[in-house]
């Protein structure tokens, strides 16, 4: 409790610093991963080292003049950050962006192309080959209600109904 209201009180000087200077800032919070800590899944240990929905479901939060609060259950991946941020900063250079842009979910007049509802996840640790050891660990690809984990080491796989069982304790793949 005293980490998250230490930072809270931290950041919130922040943004009344760049509110004042930089009146018309987009900001844009997000993180590389979440933390599950539900035993034994995820203890400590585990911090991040797997593709469980507890681990991948971050926050995505865009703030600035004219963005309306909202809410939106699409699928999106870090990869959505830059095209995002081109769409509403009307970027029209060149640039070969690989995640899909959100701008018509916050801005007026703003159009995205068709985005596909699938979302693909690696594990994957290059500083394992030094290691000897498989440096893709495991992957995963999820759905709008379903995510398939494959597991390299072990050879086995993980289905679940993310959106209704939030900790993914009932494994539907056999």
Do not use: C
């Not at 844009?28 to 800590?37: M, Q, R």
């Not at 240990?45 to 479901?57: A, I, R």
């Amino acid at each position: 409790d005293a980490e998250v209201e230490h930072v809270d009180r931290h950041v919130g000087r922040l943004l009344a610093e760049i509110e004042r200077t930089l009146p018309n800032a987009l900001i844009i919070f997000s993180s590389d991963h979440a933390s599950a800590f539900d035993a034994p899944a995820h203890d400590k240990k585990h911090y991040g080292y797997d593709l469980h929905s507890g681990v991948l479901h971050v926050p995505l939060i865009a703030a600035a003049p004219g963005i309306k609060p909202s809410r939106s259950t699409r699928l999106a991946t870090l990869l959505d950050v830059v095209p995002t941020l081109a769409d509403v900063l009307r970027y029209d250079g060149k640039g070969d962006f690989r995640g899909n842009s959100f701008a018509d979910l916050f801005v007026a007049g703003a159009s995205s192309p068709p985005v596909h509802d699938i979302a693909f996840h690696q594990f994957y640790l290059p500083e394992r080959r030094y290691q000897k050891k498989p440096a893709l660990e495991s992957m995963s690809v999820r759905d709008a209600s379903l995510h398939l984990i494959f597991e390299r080491a072990s050879s086995t796989y993980a289905l679940y109904r993310w959106r209704e069982d939030v900790d993914e304790k009932d494994d539907l793949y056999e």
